[in-house]
């Protein structure tokens, strides 16, 4: 059975850094596409980054340069590393699984809130 | 910056048939941006409805369709049920980014 978990959410201040962690189980994160949505309070979803299979990374030019995505296969986790924080990255921070190319998200951890306030 | 735009607000009776769209900023929205579709509901993480473009998932009522439509992305739902009420998002993909729409709210009344 597949399960994501996400962690790492909390109070920080603007300016801030904060490492989210998503521990999957039931399949392993190095084989997959694995990405990272967020959703701030009353408003859309936003694609943050995906890391490919073959460890190439991607970021939503709102996050680019400030955030960094990375695996660590032995743990099977997925992490997101989040530099220079600002009030606008405060959100619910969701993991996500693609199953193959062209189906995206397939699997979705429950998320984790980030929020960014002095 | 790609801008994927979606109706921000449908309302509805119950059994009608209504469609939902998703459009890019970079011209026709094709195959190639293999369009996907979730459907969320409060407190709730997303859910995948269709993926590229047309195809369901197991779980995927019989009532929901996609397809490309006029340069669009598009999500048919025939004879909306009550519990259809929900918001629903598209996500493109360009290659080196992917992009939701800002998410369309279906009220069914």
């Not at chain 2, 109706?7 to 048939?17: A, F, K, R, Y």
């Not at chain 2, 998932?57 to 369709?65: G, I, K, L």
Request: aromatic share 12%.
């Amino acid at each position: 059975e597949v399960e994501m978990v996400e962690s790492g959410g909390g109070l920080v201040q603007p300016g801030g850094s904060l490492r989210l962690s998503c521990a999957v189980s039931g399949f392993t994160v190095g084989s997959n596409y694995m990405s990272w949505v967020r959703q701030a309070p009353g408003k859309g979803l936003e694609w943050v980054s995906v890391i490919s299979s073959g460890g190439d990374t991607y970021y939503a030019d709102s996050v680019r340069g400030r955030f960094t995505i990375s695996r660590d296969n032995s743990k099977n986790t997925v992490y997101l590393q989040m530099n220079s924080l600002r009030a606008d990255d405060t959100a619910v921070y969701f993991c996500a699984r693609d199953l193959s190319t062209g189906n995206y998200n397939y699997y979705w951890g429950q998320g984790t809130l980030v929020t960014v306030s002095s | 910056q790609t801008v994927v735009t979606q109706e921000p607000s449908l309302t509805v009776s119950p059994g009608v048939t209504v469609t939902l769209t998703c459009a890019s900023s970079t011209g026709a929205v094709t195959s190639d941006y293999y369009p996907n579709w979730f459907q969320q509901k409060p407190g709730q993480a997303p859910r995948p409805l269709i993926y590229s473009a047309t195809k369901k998932h197991s779980w995927t009522p019989a009532r929901f369709s996609g397809s490309l439509l006029g340069g669009k992305a598009a999500l048919t739902v025939s004879g909306v049920l009550p519990e259809d009420e929900a918001d629903y998002y598209c996500l493109l993909d360009f290659g080196d980014v992917r992009v939701f729409g800002g998410g369309t709210k279906l009220t069914v009344l």
